[in-house]
């Protein structure tokens, strides 16, 4: 029997629609598709599923004056345990002002891809492996987790990626879900170094 799923969500102006199939899924996000053949471990849909061990701790913040609430932003983090080490050491969080001006005096890594590059901050003691796990797809994750307001931090086989939002218990966010599969087939990958 197949079964087909399919949802779609407007958060903050940008749309999120997911359509899935036994084997197959899409996800597009802000006009951005992923898709997704699924088959074993790499192929599931969750990261316990994909031998991740996971701790998930919603965080919210609220600005306030008196009674009267200004702002709140909610984040998800993911405090991650792969079970393999995809030997990278790097972080990846939005670009500041101050980054930039530090960029004249620290070289930091480039991709060649102008709106990664100017989006993200990427700070790495491993810059050949982390060139090489740069894919277009895993850019393109990447960028998407931090114009969100989220971060990423990869220490081998420790990871902590911050979505927005609240994640439901029991779900797991779709763009960690890329970005780990990514880590594990890239782990997959032989060292040249």
């Known amino acids: 029997m197949t079964e087909n799923k399919s949802w779609n969500a407007s958060i903050g102006g940008i749309n999120v629609d997911s359509h899935s199939s036994a084997g197959h899924s899409h996800t597009g996000v802000g006009g951005v598709a992923f898709e997704?053949?699924?088959?074993?471990?790499?192929?599931?849909?969750?990261?316990?599923?994909?031998?991740?061990?996971?701790?998930?701790?919603?965080?919210?913040?609220?600005?306030?004056?008196?009674?009267?609430?200004?702002?709140?932003?909610?984040?998800t983090r993911y405090q991650m345990r792969l079970p393999v080490s995809p030997q990278l050491k790097a972080s990846f969080r939005k670009e500041s002002w101050g980054d930039a001006l530090v960029k004249v005096f620290k070289k930091e890594l480039q991709t060649g891809d102008a709106e990664f590059d100017k989006l993200v901050?990427?700070?790495?003691?491993?810059?050949?492996?982390?060139?090489?796990?740069?894919?277009?797809?895993?850019?393109?994750?990447?960028?998407?987790?931090?114009?969100?307001?989220?971060?990423?931090?990869?220490?081998?086989?420790?990871?902590?990626a911050v979505s927005g939002g609240s994640d439901a218990p029991g779900e797991d966010d779709r763009t960690v879900l890329i970005m780990v599969r990514g880590l594990l087939a890239f782990a997959s990958q032989p060292n040249p170094g």
């Open 121 to 160: 901050y990427v700070s790495t003691d491993t810059p050949e492996r982390t060139s090489a796990f740069l894919t277009p797809e895993m850019r393109q994750a990447i960028a998407f987790t931090i114009d969100m307001g989220g971060t990423l931090e990869i220490d081998n086989e420790l990871v902590v």
């Open 36 to 75: 997704q053949h699924h088959s074993g471990p790499m192929g599931s849909t969750t990261l316990a599923g994909m031998g991740v061990q996971v701790q998930k701790v919603v965080q919210t913040a609220t600005i306030s004056s008196g009674a009267v609430d200004l702002s709140r932003n909610e984040v």
